[in-house]
């Protein structure tokens, strides 16, 4: 399941840095592209070249040794890697990741990537119930970090209790099971998808235009990952400077009515349908031929509705399953199950656009998940490309039980 997958390995100073040698190893043969950031301490307990060795790559340990001068190194791992794991994560770095501290190549890269971040700590057993590094857990579990809890037995320290380092095979058992969630890799595979993303723009004249802060990230997202297990994905985007990904069939379009004309051409011969943009819901009544000058005094401009597409397409709904997006700033699970209600979607994904790293433009999301039969699932903040991997699994076990 890890076969094709970019693992970052953060080692931090303990002596079960030895164990992350055949943690490497092990994930190596799995099939996943390895590479390992040492802090100076790990290094005190094991060679560089020994991970160079074993995964078959660079090993960085100096934020400021730059390998490639066309790239700035930690910014490159942290957009590079698809989950990072911390193995063993002493209290130090434990500390300094609650509290966005980034003195060094690793405690940055940290701080850089939104990637999903594992932690698997190894301590004292007296250090690993100390209030403060109790409170820095639960800080970075409230924020979506996940933890593989350290086993009990015969510490290095020459005490008995909890704080020995996970098993390595056991690590691997977990990140098999957790990030790839057993999605189907098959279910997907030739069903016809299509989502929109980003904004609208509504032209005032030729100059000027309303719009929203829609990047389109979410949407692309979703796309990409469908596209990766098979399906049949034709993207209807508003106009976002995105790379189309692999495989995806893209309609470029401007305005609310474009998006609508293509969403309906395709609408019919689809299986699945998520509607990720953020329409423009008002245009204006009247559009300029020619620049419009300024003047003294106020300007007011007549807007009109324009046509509710989500819910056009939840009355011509004929077997498709239907999804929805809700971006809000009050009373989120309310207003999303009146969308999902009232435009007979079969689920809706809503999201708090005033939490930090969960509005427009950025490259995380924190979201709920709302189905037909009354079922919450929250997501926590993630990588948008983690999100939709997530939401996928939702939907994937939604369809499979006709909740449509």
């Known amino acids: 399941m890890l076969n094709g997958t970019n693992i970052l390995l953060g080692v931090s100073g303990g002596i079960a840095a030895y164990k992350a040698c055949a943690l490497t190893s092990k994930l190596t043969q799995q099939g996943a592209s390895v590479k390992v950031i040492m802090t100076e301490s790990a290094t005190q307990f094991v060679s560089p070249l020994t991970f160079q060795a074993l995964s078959r790559n660079p090993v960085y340990t100096d934020t400021f040794d730059e390998k490639n001068p066309a790239k700035i190194a930690h910014i490159d791992l942290a957009d590079w890697a698809d989950l990072v794991m911390l193995a063993p994560a002493t209290a130090n770095i434990i500390g300094k990741l609650a509290n966005g501290i980034s003195d060094d190549m690793l405690s940055t890269t940290l701080l850089a990537t939104t990637a999903p971040i594992y932690i698997a700590p190894a301590m004292n057993v007296h250090m690993y ?125 401007e305005s609310a ?91 809706i994904v809503v999201n708090d656009i005033t939490e930090q790293g969960s509005g427009f433009g950025g490259d995380t999301n924190a979201v709920t998940y709302l189905n037909k039969r009354g079922e919450q699932k929250k997501l926590p903040m993630s990588s948008k490309k983690e999100v939709s991997k997530q939401l996928l699994q939702l939907i994937e076990s939604d369809m499979k039980d006709g909740r449509a």
């Not at 095979?169 to 980003?198: A, C, M, P, R, Y």
């Open 129 to 253: 119930g100390h209030p403060a590094v109790i409170e820095n857990m639960k800080k970075l579990d409230g924020w979506g970090y996940k933890f593989i809890e350290p086993g009990s037995g015969y510490l290095a320290c020459g005490y008995v209790g909890k704080g020995r380092l996970e098993e390595p095979e056991t690590i691997v058992d977990i990140l098999n099971k957790d990030f790839h969630q057993n999605i189907d890799q098959t279910f997907f595979t030739g069903k016809k998808v299509l989502i929109s993303g980003g904004p609208t723009r509504e032209a005032v004249d030729p100059v000027r235009f309303f719009t929203n802060h829609s990047s389109g990230k979410m949407g692309f997202a979703l796309a990409e990952e469908l596209a990766n297990l098979g399906a049949e994905v034709t993207l209807v985007t508003g106009p976002v400077k995105l790379e189309t990904p692999k495989n995806v069939q893209r309609v470029d379009v």
């Open 257 to 347: 009515e474009e998006m609508y004309q293509a969403i309906m051409e395709h609408y019919p011969t689809q299986e699945l349908v998520i509607k990720a943009a953020a329409v423009a819901d008002y245009r204006p009544k009247l559009v300029y031929d020619q620049k419009m000058k300024k003047s003294d005094g106020t300007l007011m401009i007549e807007m009109e509705r324009t046509k509710d597409i989500l819910k056009e397409l939840g009355e011509r709904k004929n077997g498709q399953f239907l999804v929805g997006f809700a971006a809000e700033t009050e009373n989120v699970l309310e207003y999303g199950q009146k969308k999902l209600e009232k435009k007979n979607l079969d689920a």
